[in-house]
Structures are given as C-alpha cells and as structure tokens.
C-alpha cells in the first residue's frame, strides 16, 4: 500500500504546473449522499499514479468532520495483485456544487470537477482535473452504454480533451 500511495505524489507535484487549464464548469446541484458508495472507473487519460492499473474503483464514504474519505483501488499488473490509495476530499465552494478538492498525500489537493452528472440516479460522472491531462468518465456498473460513451466523449472533445488517448480500464478480474 505504501508504494500505491507513493505513487500518487508525481500527480501531486506536477497538477499545480502541467497540463493546459480547461473551462469544465461543476454540476450544481449535487447531493453528496447520493454520490457516496463505489464507482468503476471506466476511463481515464494516463498518468504515473494510475499506469498499469486495471480493475480501478473509487468508493466514496463520508467522514464526522464533514469530508469524504476517498479509497482508490486498482490491480496492478506487474506486482499481481490489489492496491489500494486512501485520500480524502472536501468541497472547493459549497457542497451543492460538484467541485471537491481532493488529496491522497498531506495538504496537497488537486481538483475533482464533475462536469456531467448523472442526476436521475447518479449511475455516471465525467470528472476533469482542471486541466487537459486529467480526465476520467466513472459509472456504477464497468461498463457504460454507446449513447454515454458517446457524450462523454463529445463533451470531453470541446473541453480540449485528447480523447484519442483514452484507457478504457479493463473490469475483467475480481477480487
């Protein structure tokens, strides 16, 4: 778990300078309880901190002091086995924008801006870091339909997204 957590300091170091800003604007209205449980990450643009992760989740649950507890977990493939990040979030603004602040190493936090969400039953969230290097479309099944793929991709497009580069995290392996 160490190195897992480790890993993810190179995306702390480098959200504050690399990538170019891009104009996701956060969903209003947003009910944190409703977001809280577990969501499969289905794809992402590569960095250091997810490279060679599959089988990535993300399970929200809420702390007393009114934060979230955030616990990453992926298959590694080159160690054979789970690894799990625990970070934390809190809210940029207010907590009916889905703007949180989110940190996986001591006081450093980068942004988790859900420009797309799923409000009917929130099964789907397209989340930006704030700038074109960070994206990732999350769901609560591993899977999403050719209409959402679709949208998250066209929306992803005119934010300034390379969505050539897309992963589309593989979901085949189980606990």
Same mark, same amino acid.
């Given at each position: ?55 990535? =989740? *993300? ?5 007393? $002091?009114?934060?979230?507890?955030? !616990?990453? /977990?992926?298959? +590694? ?46 099964? =789907? *969230? ?5 700038? $074109?290097?960070?994206?990732?479309? !999350?769901? /609560?099944?591993? +899977? ?32």
């Amino acid at each position: 778990m160490k190195n897992f957590v480790l890993s993810f300091l190179p995306m702390l170091a480098l959200t504050a300078c690399a990538g170019n800003p891009v104009a996701a604007v956060p969903v209003s209205g947003f009910e944190t309880d409703r977001y809280l449980g577990t969501w499969y990450e289905v794809a992402r643009l590569d960095h250091s901190f997810e490279r060679g992760l599959s089988n990535v =989740t *993300a399970n929200y649950t809420k702390r007393d $002091d009114g934060k979230i507890t955030v !616990l990453n /977990r992926g298959y +590694n493939e080159k160690k054979g086995k789970f690894e799990d990040a625990v970070g934390k979030a809190k809210y940029a603004s207010d907590p009916t924008t889905g703007h949180l602040k989110v940190s996986f190493f001591g006081p450093f936090y980068g942004n988790y801006i859900i420009f797309d969400l799923d409000k009917t039953d929130y099964s =789907t *969230a397209y989340i930006s870091g704030g700038k $074109d290097n960070y994206l990732w479309l !999350l769901s /609560r099944t591993p +899977n999403v339909s050719d209409a959402t793929r679709a949208d998250f991709l066209k929306q992803s497009k005119a934010l300034g997204y390379n969505t050539d580069s897309l992963i589309w995290v593989d979901h085949s392996r189980s606990d």
